[in-house]
């Protein structure tokens, strides 16, 4: 039909040229288009490099991509919407990204399978006879005196060439093979880039991270969403941080169970470099925190607990130490003040003295150079007691008791929101006591309350206890399938590279007659193929 | 080979550049085809491959005579409250539609939600408080450890009754929407069964007053 519209000349464009399937194998196994397609995925790679990219942990939140894209606008204008449209700021993940990667894997793959057939004929049914032209013409056949044809072969064998002859007359032709599936090493190599690629989009696609910071003690959290079908939960038993005597970190390690669906799933230690593994996903060590303190509330009358929480103390205070000495210079006290009130600048808190019974208010607040300190110590209940002002290494007569302020130093502290008893907005904070940690939390009624680990202390309608230290654990979660195909992809590829350059295939032909040899050989430069034509014959005719 | 005439003639010497058309299924589709199934294996693997057990408990059905409204059960004001079944602490099972004809309260909280610990005081609270008055109110722990479940309900003393959703099955069909991954979501259901407030996240003193007052008898 086609051709008869055409008022008889043949049709330039007969069905199988626009069959698509074949349109689209040329298309793939063009290497033009394979080029063109590695250029442009390298360029939009330099854009994602260049250009920002949406943080991950913002992915997904609309109100944070806004925040973010609104920052951006500063920088890019009136482009900024385009782009955001077009997947600049994703290019990544964009579908133009994707779509090109997994384009240039279908090119490789496609391109790879077609070279299949040739290449399989070539191994396992090679052409063992040449035309007599081959061997009589060019530069590249090697001509030596007759030698024995046998004696070739064993030499040739010897040499881990697979070695077939023939004879007509007085000819004998001869063909020998050496790692012939060495020519498979190609497939190796190009399947290697197709798991590179395929492991590269099943990151892009597939992959998941997510950021825990959870405390020894504290309920289990959650991974993911409590909706999503991989939801986990992740339960720290034990955090461990070890450090040398100078601060340095020399360990982190971390008890960890991860349930689903309430049943445990998992157990096992965590560190940076040895994660838990459960489901394709890891838990890695990612942080540690030591200053965390379980808080727990009971309510008196109901005898329920109203308030159970792990206070991260992630600020610090800086409280003064102070040394109390009495008439025989025996030491009385000696501690870090924590701070619990604060006047006029001053941060301290109310003090009773051991064996005196007598209260002062012992602060601290910053001297006029910002690294210096003044001590406030007041009598309370008394206008006409002590209210003096001194700096750091000074000594105050407490009228039989001597107070000397020895420095400052830091404590781990927070502000504490929702406390019962608390109007407001508390503070805690984390102190070395005598005999271990000491938890300071106020103002409880107006008074702070010092909580020794395992004490209850009852203060108004509420029991007060501190459970105790807790340290806490920076767990993340990842799950990237496309490292599989990597590991996998690397392997292949030093395989394909091992196969390329350790295993020197070699195919010669030969023709041995009227006192005469002629042979020609592929594989390798053609001066090497040459020299070991002259040595095989050399060794050959020395065994003769 | 290829040879013409007064040419040397050369060998077919790199079989592996050239590329041989053998059709659409075996140029393109299989190749294709089979990478994306190596890949699709892998991926199997890597997922672990498993399949969930149907245990019996998670959203069932509204028995239409159960159902006051002409629309389907969604969780959303004025839409009859989607059923379910779940397992008690005790064991034992509880079907939401066998509660019609009480004024209930559906809380959805986790050990780890912080918000809900906060509110869990004041909702007992409210429990003992208008138990009296028919009130029921039932926490529904999304995907938790039965033992923390039962040492947290110890310790802050939860008289209300807790039911497990163990695949989360019950709070996607609620489509909860609380601030910390959907918790806490609170639903005030009439006797009808109802919803008629919906709260997600904490639950205040006003919102509990008007959400009582929608769902208690009259002077209730």
Same mark, same amino acid.
């Given at each position: 039909?086609?051709?008869?519209?055409?008022?008889?000349?043949?049709?330039? $464009?007969?069905?199988?040229?626009?069959?698509?399937?074949?349109?689209?194998?040329?298309?793939?196994?063009?290497?033009?288009?394979?080029?063109?397609?590695?250029?442009?995925?390298?360029?939009?790679?330099?854009?994602?490099?260049?250009?920002?990219?949406?943080?991950?942990?913002?992915?997904?939140?609309?109100?944070?991509?806004?925040?973010?894209? %609104?920052?951006?606008?500063?920088?890019?204008?009136?482009?900024?919407?385009?782009?955001?449209?077009?997947?600049?700021?994703?290019?990544?993940?964009?579908?133009?990204?994707?779509?090109?990667?997994?384009?240039?894997?279908?090119?490789?793959?496609?391109?790879?399978?077609?070279?299949?057939?040739?290449?399989?004929?070539?191994?396992?049914?090679?052409?063992?006879?040449?035309?007599?032209?081959?061997?009589?013409?060019?530069?590249?056949?090697?001509?030596?005196?007759?030698?024995?044809?046998?004696?070739?072969?064993? %030499?040739?064998?010897?040499?881990?060439?697979?070695?077939?002859?023939?004879?007509?007359?007085?000819?004998?032709?001869?063909?020998?093979?050496?790692?012939?599936?060495?020519?498979?090493?190609?497939?190796?190599?190009?399947?290697?880039?197709?798991?590179?690629?395929?492991?590269?989009?099943?990151?892009?696609?597939?992959?998941?991270?997510?950021?825990?910071?959870?405390?020894?003690?504290?309920?289990?959290?959650?991974?993911?969403?409590?909706?999503?079908?991989?939801?986990?939960?992740?339960?720290?038993?034990?955090?461990?941080?070890?450090?040398?005597?100078?601060?340095?970190?020399?360990?982190?390690?971390?008890?960890?169970?991860?349930?689903?669906?309430?049943?445990?799933?998992?157990?096992?230690?965590?560190?940076?470099?040895?994660?838990?593994?459960?489901?394709?996903?890891?838990?890695?060590?990612?942080?540690?925190?030591?200053?965390?303190?379980?808080?727990?509330?009971?309510?008196?009358?109901?005898?329920?607990?109203?308030?159970?929480?792990?206070?991260?103390?992630?600020?610090?205070?800086?409280?003064?130490?102070? /040394?109390?000495?009495?008439?025989?210079?025996?030491?009385?006290?000696?501690?870090?003040?924590?701070?619990?009130?604060?006047?006029?600048?001053?941060?301290?808190?109310?003090?009773?003295?051991?064996?005196?019974?007598?209260?002062?208010?012992?602060?601290?607040?910053?001297?006029?150079?910002?690294?210096?300190?003044? $001590?406030?110590?007041?009598?309370?209940?008394?206008?006409?007691?002590?209210?003096?002002?001194?700096?750091?290494?000074?000594?105050?007569?407490?009228?039989?008791?001597?107070?000397?302020?020895?420095?400052?130093?830091?404590?781990?502290?927070?502000?504490?929101?929702?406390?019962?008893?608390?109007?407001?907005?508390?503070?805690?904070?984390?102190?070395?006591?005598?005999?271990?940690?000491?938890?300071?939390?106020?103002?409880?009624?107006?008074?702070?309350?010092?909580?020794?680990?395992?004490?209850?202390?009852?203060?108004?309608?509420?029991?007060?206890?501190?459970?105790?230290?807790?340290?806490?654990?920076?767990?993340?979660?990842?799950?990237?399938?496309?490292?599989?195909?990597?590991?996998?992809?690397?392997?292949?590829?030093?395989?394909?590279?091992?196969?390329?350059?350790?295993?020197?295939?070699?195919?010669?032909?030969?023709?041995?007659?009227?006192?005469?040899?002629?042979?020609?050989?592929?594989?390798?430069?053609?001066?090497?193929?040459?020299?070991?034509?002259?040595? /095989?014959?050399?060794?050959?005719?020395?065994?003769? | 080979?290829?040879?013409?005439?007064?040419?040397?003639?050369?060998?077919?010497?790199?079989?592996?550049?050239?590329?041989?058309?053998?059709?659409?299924?075996?140029?393109?589709?299989?190749?294709?085809?089979?990478?994306?199934?190596?890949?699709?294996?892998?991926?199997?693997?890597?997922?672990?491959?498993?399949?969930?057990?149907?245990?019996?408990?998670?959203?069932?059905?509204?028995?239409?005579?159960?159902?006051?409204?002409?629309?389907?059960?969604?969780?959303?004001?004025?839409?009859?409250?989607?059923?379910?079944?779940?397992?008690?602490?005790?064991?034992?099972? $509880?079907?939401?539609?066998?509660?019609?004809?009480?004024?209930?309260?559906?809380?959805?909280?986790?050990?780890?939600?912080?918000?809900?610990?906060?509110?869990?005081?004041?909702?007992?609270?409210?429990?003992?408080?208008?138990?009296?008055?028919?009130? /029921?109110?039932?926490?529904?722990?999304?995907?938790?450890?039965?033992?923390?479940?039962?040492?947290?309900?110890?310790?802050?003393?939860?008289?209300?009754?807790?039911?497990?959703?163990?695949?989360?099955? /019950?709070?996607?069909?609620?489509?909860?929407?609380?601030?910390?991954?959907?918790?806490?979501?609170?639903?005030?259901?009439?006797?009808?069964?109802?919803?008629?407030?919906?709260?997600?996240?904490?639950?205040?003193?006003?919102?509990?007053?008007?959400?009582?007052?929608?769902?208690?008898?009259?002077?209730?």
């Amino acid at each position: 039909m086609a051709e008869a519209s055409l008022g008889g000349r043949p049709s330039r $464009l007969r069905w199988p040229d626009i069959d698509p399937l074949r349109l689209l194998w040329r298309g793939l196994v063009s290497v033009r288009f394979a080029l063109g397609l590695i250029g442009f995925l390298a360029l939009a790679s330099f854009a994602g490099v260049v250009i920002p990219q949406l943080p991950v942990e913002m992915r997904g939140n609309p109100a944070a991509e806004a925040a973010w894209l %609104e920052f951006q606008r500063g920088r890019f204008g009136f482009l900024t919407n385009p782009m955001d449209s077009l997947g600049f700021f994703q290019v990544f993940r964009s579908l133009w990204f994707i779509s090109a990667l997994a384009l240039l894997a279908a090119s490789v793959c496609v391109c790879t399978a077609n070279r299949l057939p040739p290449i399989w004929r070539n191994v396992f049914r090679p052409q063992t006879r040449v035309p007599d032209e081959y061997l009589s013409h060019g530069e590249a056949t090697t001509a030596l005196p007759a030698t024995d044809s046998q004696a070739l072969a064993r %030499e040739l064998a010897r040499r881990h060439y697979r070695v077939s002859t023939s004879v007509e007359g007085d000819t004998t032709y001869l063909f020998a093979d050496r790692y012939p599936w060495a020519q498979f090493a190609t497939f190796v190599s190009h399947l290697a880039l197709i798991l590179f690629l395929a492991g590269g989009f099943v990151t892009v696609i597939t992959s998941r991270e997510q950021q825990l910071f959870i405390a020894e003690g504290e309920p289990a959290l959650p991974v993911f969403a409590v909706d999503d079908p991989d939801h986990m939960q992740v339960y720290v038993e034990d955090a461990v941080g070890r450090f040398d005597k100078t601060g340095f970190p020399l360990d982190f390690r971390t008890s960890l169970v991860v349930y689903r669906n309430g049943e445990e799933v998992a157990r096992g230690v965590s560190t940076v470099s040895d994660p838990l593994r459960f489901g394709g996903y890891t838990f890695h060590q990612s942080a540690y925190f030591p200053d965390g303190a379980q808080l727990k509330v009971r309510n008196l009358a109901t005898g329920r607990v109203v308030y159970d929480e792990v206070l991260a103390l992630t600020s610090s205070a800086a409280t003064p130490r102070v /040394v109390v000495r009495d008439a025989s210079g025996a030491v009385v006290l000696d501690d870090a003040i924590v701070p619990t009130d604060f006047i006029a600048g001053a941060g301290g808190t109310i003090v009773t003295l051991p064996g005196s019974g007598r209260e002062f208010w012992i602060g601290a607040r910053p001297g006029g150079d910002a690294a210096s300190w003044q $001590l406030i110590v007041f009598e309370t209940g008394s206008t006409q007691g002590t209210r003096e002002v001194i700096g750091p290494g000074q000594t105050l007569d407490l009228g039989g008791l001597a107070l000397s302020f020895s420095g400052m130093k830091e404590i781990p502290s927070t502000v504490v929101k929702g406390l019962p008893g608390i109007d407001g907005d508390g503070v805690a904070e984390m102190s070395q006591g005598p005999s271990g940690q000491v938890l300071t939390v106020g103002p409880v009624a107006g008074q702070a309350l010092s909580l020794s680990p395992g004490d209850a202390v009852v203060l108004g309608d509420y029991e007060y206890t501190f459970t105790g230290r807790r340290e806490f654990a920076g767990i993340t979660v990842r799950r990237d399938p496309g490292s599989m195909f990597i590991w996998l992809a690397t392997g292949l590829f030093l395989l394909g590279l091992a196969l390329t350059f350790y295993t020197p295939r070699r195919r010669l032909w030969g023709k041995i007659a009227s006192g005469q040899a002629a042979f020609r050989g592929l594989g390798g430069r053609q001066l090497a193929v040459e020299r070991e034509i002259r040595e /095989v014959a050399a060794k050959a005719s020395a065994a003769e | 080979m290829t040879m013409n005439q007064d040419e040397t003639p050369e060998l077919e010497s790199r079989p592996q550049g050239r590329r041989e058309w053998s059709g659409g299924l075996r140029s393109i589709v299989l190749p294709i085809g089979l990478v994306v199934a190596i890949v699709a294996a892998l991926l199997y693997i890597q997922s672990g491959g498993g399949s969930s057990e149907d245990d019996g408990f998670g959203t069932v059905a509204l028995p239409e005579a159960l159902n006051p409204t002409s629309l389907t059960p969604n969780a959303r004001d004025g839409r009859a409250a989607p059923d379910f079944v779940l397992r008690q602490l005790d064991g034992d099972p $509880l079907r939401l539609s066998d509660l019609q004809g009480k004024p209930l309260i559906v809380n959805f909280w986790a050990t780890w939600c912080a918000s809900c610990r906060a509110e869990i005081p004041d909702l007992i609270q409210l429990y003992e408080d208008q138990e009296s008055n028919g009130l /029921v109110l039932i926490g529904v722990n999304l995907r938790e450890n039965e033992a923390a479940v039962r040492s947290f309900v110890a310790d802050f003393g939860i008289t209300y009754p807790v039911l497990f959703d163990r695949d989360g099955d /019950v709070a996607a069909t609620w489509r909860i929407g609380g601030p910390n991954q959907g918790i806490p979501s609170t639903y005030f259901i009439d006797r009808r069964g109802v919803v008629r407030k919906v709260v997600f996240g904490t639950v205040t003193a006003k919102q509990a007053a008007e959400g009582l007052s929608l769902i208690l008898p009259e002077g209730g």
